[in-house]
C-alpha cells in the first residue's frame, strides 16, 4: 500500500507536484501546459478562489460560486494534469515524497511546487481569532457574512440601546486593501440597501470604524493616493483611525489605545502568515515565517523543491514583494520555466525578477484608486479600469457574464443579491469555526 | 421586561403575527398588504427559499443566492410589516402570546398565522438522518452537493475497486418530484459535466438508484405519465426500482428488501412531517401530525389562529391535498382574505376550497411532464412551460435574469456553475449536522 498512486500513461515523464490551488498553483500548472510532464495538482479545497473579490461574497454583493471555480473544470482539458483534493501531512525531501492526510499512499515527486499561500496572522494574539474572523476562504467570507447580516437582525429584535449600539458597530482591523474594500462596503450596504427594511433601527445609524496601527491607510500606494482614500472613506462615514493599536478583543468588542468599543462584528484584516511550508521543509526562513529561496525560487539544497507566491520570502531592489496575486502568478511561471528548461535540458532561465503591474484598490461605488509606474488615478474612472480587470481576469471561470449582470443590478438598484444567513445567526457568540 | 415588543406606530390596529416565510407566511403577509393591521413576520432564517428549485443548488447548478431571498427585502415597502429573524420557543393561547427562543420579550397577537410547513420524515428511522440527510433548507442543499462532489473527488484518489463503487453510487429513496429531478439531474452531471475532468474514474460509470416503496413514480400524477418518466429515467441510466422497502440507511449504504446496496451518498426524498406546531396548540391532527382546522383554516375553538399550507390537514372532496407550493399560497391568501374581513367587520368569505392549478415536475435538461385538468403534455414543450412558469414565480426575487443567464449557461455549455464544496469533504463519514 505505500506504491505510488494509480499507474501514469507514462512512466517516463518527470512527475511535477503542485500543492496549492490559488494563483501561484494554477499559473504553474497552466504554465506546463506544453511540458512533458505529469503535473499533479493538490488541494485540500476543489476550487480556486478569486481572492480579489472574496470580500464582496462577505458583503453579501456575490455569490461564493461567483467568486470560485472548481480547480478540476480549470484544468479539465489540460491533459498533462490531473487534481486531487487532499490534505497534505509531510514531507519526505529524502524520498521525495509527499504524505496525505487520510491516505496510506504517498506521492512520489521529481519536482515540487509549494504555493500553500498565506493564512492570517493575529501576531501572536490567537485567541481573537474566534472573536474577530478573517477573510481567506469560501468559509471565512459566508461566515463574516452571516455575521453581518445576524448583527443587523439582532439589532432590530433588541430593546437594550447599550445592545443595539454593540450590535451595530462594525470594527475592520487592518487598513490594507481588505480593511478599506470591507469598509467601504459596509458603509454603502447600511446606507443604501437597508435602510427602508428594519423598522426598529436605523441601519443608517451603523458605526463603521477601520483601525490601523501604522501611521495611514493603504500603506502599499503612495502617500498623496492614500490621503484621498482616507478623505473618501470620512466622506462616506467611515471612522477611520490610524495610529490604533488593537490590544483585545473579545465578546464585548475590542479596545484600542487603551479604549474600549463595544462591537460584535469584528474583522480581522491585518496580518497574514505563510502557512506551514516552512516547518515541512526544516528551511531557513524570514522573520515573518516565509521560506528563503534561491533566485531561481528553489529552496537551499533541494533544487527540485520550488516555494512560490506568499509561501516565499523573496527581496528585489532591498524591498520584500507584497503578498499579491501578481507576485503568485508571476513566481508560478518562473518556476514553471525553469521546469521546462531542466526537462528539456536546456539552459535555466535567469533568476526571478518581478514586474509591477501595479496596484489597484475600491472604495464603496464609482470609485477606485491605481498606482502603476507614475501614472496615479484616482476617481470614477480608475472604478472603470478597476471593474475591466477584474471581469477580464475572471477569464478561468465559466461565469463572468453572471456577477457582469449581478454588479450591473447592484450598481442600478443597489440591491445585494446575495444576502443569505446560512449558518447559525448568534450574533454574539464567537463564529462557528471555519470548515476548511 | 415583558411588555410587547416596541411601541407599534398605532395602538388600535390588531396584530397579525405570522410565523414562517416560505410560501404559506409570506402569501398571507402580502396579501394583507392594505389591511389596517400590523403584521409581523417571524421566521428563524433570513431568507425564503424557492424550494421548487433547492434540488438545483443540490446538483450544483445554482448559488443558494439564485433561489433564495431575504425576507426583509420581498416585505421592505410593505409598510404594515416587519420581519424578525427568530426562534418560536413556545405559544400561550389564553393570553395570545408566541415565546420567543433567546428573548424574554413576548410578541402579542390578535390573529396568528402558523405558516410552519414540513420536516423530512424518516418513517420512525431517525437514525436514517445522519447519512440519508434530505432537502428543505439551503444548508441541507449546500451539504448534498457537498457530500455529492466530494464523493467523485474521493472516488478518484482511491485505488480500491470496492470503494470506489460505493462512492460512485447515488441512491435517492423516495420517487416523488424532488427524488425525480434529483435523479435525473444527478445522471446527467456525471455524463455530461464530469467526465472530462477525471483522470483515475470515469464518471459515466457512476450509478444513480430510484428507490420508492409504492408501485410507481411520481404517484401524483396520471399513470401514463408516471410510466413515461419511469422510462425516459431508466433511458437516461437510472436504475428505479419500486416495491423497494429501504429497510436500513448506515455508513455501508442502503438495505433494501434485503440486499445491501453500498453507496457513500445517499438523499433522502421520501416523505416529510409537519413542524410542531400540533404541540404548540394541543390540538388534533391527521395520521401525517398535521393539524385539523375548521373550513375557514383557524383552529377549533381558536378561531384567531389559522394553521396554512404543509402543517394543515386539509381534505377536499374526500382527499387530503398535497404538500405543494400552490396549496400553501392559496391558503395563506384565503386566511389573509379571513382576517381582513373580520378586522373591517365585514362578513367572512365562504369556506377555503384548493384551486388546482396543475403538476409539473422536470426530468434533466429538455423533458419535463405537465398536468392540468384534462390537459397531458411530457416532452420538451412540458419543459418550456416549465422553465417559463419557474423563472416567472421568481419575481419576488431580484435575481431572476440571473437564473436565466446561469440557466442558459448551463443548457449551451452543460457546465455547472456552483461546484463547490465548502463543508468539510469527508465523504466517508456521516454530514455534519445542517447549521439552521
Redesign the interface.
Known amino acids: 500500500m505505500t506504491a505510488p ?2 499507474p501514469p500513461p507514462s512512466r517516463t515523464r518527470p512527475r511535477v507536484v503542485i500543492v496549492g490551488g490559488g494563483f501561484g498553483g494554477l499559473s504553474a500548472a497552466l504554465s506546463l501546459k506544453r511540458a512533458p510532464v505529469r503535473i499533479t495538482l493538490v488541494d485540500r ?3 480556486h478562489v478569486f481572492q480579489p473579490l472574496l470580500y464582496q461574497v462577505a458583503i453579501a454583493m456575490l ?4 467568486v ?3 480547480i ?2 480549470i ?3 489540460q491533459e498533462n494534469a ?5 490534505e497534505v501531512a509531510g514531507l519526505d525531501l529524502d524520498t521525495r515524497r509527499l504524505r496525505l492526510a487520510d ?1 496510506p ?1 504517498p506521492l512520489d515527486y521529481d519536482f515540487l511546487v509549494l504555493a500553500t499561500g498565506a493564512a492570517p496572522s493575529y501576531f501572536g494574539h490567537d485567541e481573537f481569532e474566534g472573536w474577530a474572523p478573517s477573510l481567506k476562504s ?2 471565512d467570507a ?1 461566515a463574516v457574512r452571516a455575521r453581518i ?2 448583527a443587523f ?2 439589532a ?2 433588541t ?1 437594550d440601546p447599550a445592545q443595539r449600539g454593540r450590535l451595530l458597530t462594525f470594527v475592520l482591523v487592518g487598513a490594507g486593501p481588505t480593511g478599506v474594500e470591507m469598509a467601504g462596503a459596509i458603509a454603502e450596504l447600511r446606507r443604501f440597501t437597508l435602510p ?5 433601527i436605523d441601519p443608517r445609524t451603523a458605526r463603521v470604524l477601520l483601525l490601523d496601527a501604522g501611521s495611514r491607510v493603504l500603506p502599499s500606494f503612495s502617500e498623496v493616493l492614500s490621503r484621498k482614500v482616507h478623505d473618501r472613506l470620512q466622506r462616506m462615514g467611515v471612522e477611520v483611525r490610524v495610529g490604533a493599536r488593537v490590544e483585545r478583543v473579545d465578546q464585548e468588542g475590542v479596545i484600542v489605545n487603551g479604549e474600549p468599543i463595544a462591537s460584535s462584528t469584528v474583522i480581522w484584516t491585518a496580518g497574514v502568515k505563510p502557512s506551514p511550508v516552512a516547518q515541512w521543509l526544516g528551511a531557513p526562513t524570514d522573520a515573518a515565517g516565509r521560506v528563503r529561496v534561491e533566485r531561481d525560487l528553489t529552496v537551499p539544497r533541494h533544487h527540485e523543491v520550488f516555494v512560490i507566491g506568499d509561501a516565499a520570502a523573496l527581496v528585489q531592489d532591498g524591498r520584500p514583494l507584497p503578498g499579491v496575486a501578481q507576485v503568485a502568478i508571476q513566481t508560478g511561471r518562473h518556476a514553471a520555466r525553469v521546469i521546462a528548461a531542466r526537462v528539456a535540458g536546456r539552459p535555466a532561465p535567469g533568476p526571478f525578477r518581478y514586474r509591477d503591474l501595479g496596484n489597484l484598490a475600491v472604495i464603496g461605488r464609482n470609485y477606485a484608486i491605481l498606482e502603476s509606474g507614475r501614472v496615479r488615478l484616482a476617481g470614477f474612472v480608475a472604478w472603470i479600469i478597476w471593474a475591466a480587470i477584474h471581469i477580464n481576469n475572471l477569464t478561468l471561470f ?2 463572468r ?2 456577477v457582469l ?2 454588479w450591473a ?1 447592484t450598481y442600478l ?1 443597489r ?1 445585494h ?9 448568534g450574533g454574539a457568540g464567537p463564529p ?1 469555526a471555519p ?2
Open positions: 498512486l494509480a479545497t476543489n476550487h455569490s461564493p460560486g461567483e470560485a471555480a472548481p478540476r473544470q484544468l479539465a482539458r490531473e487534481v486531487m483534493m487532499a491516505s499512499i469560501i468559509a459566508t447580516l445576524a437582525e439582532n432590530e429584535r430593546r427602508h427594511e428594519f423598522r426598529h465559466s461565469d457574464l453572471l449582470v449581478q443590478w438598484t440591491q443579491g446575495a444576502r443569505l444567513i446560512v449558518r447559525p445567526a462557528t470548515p476548511t
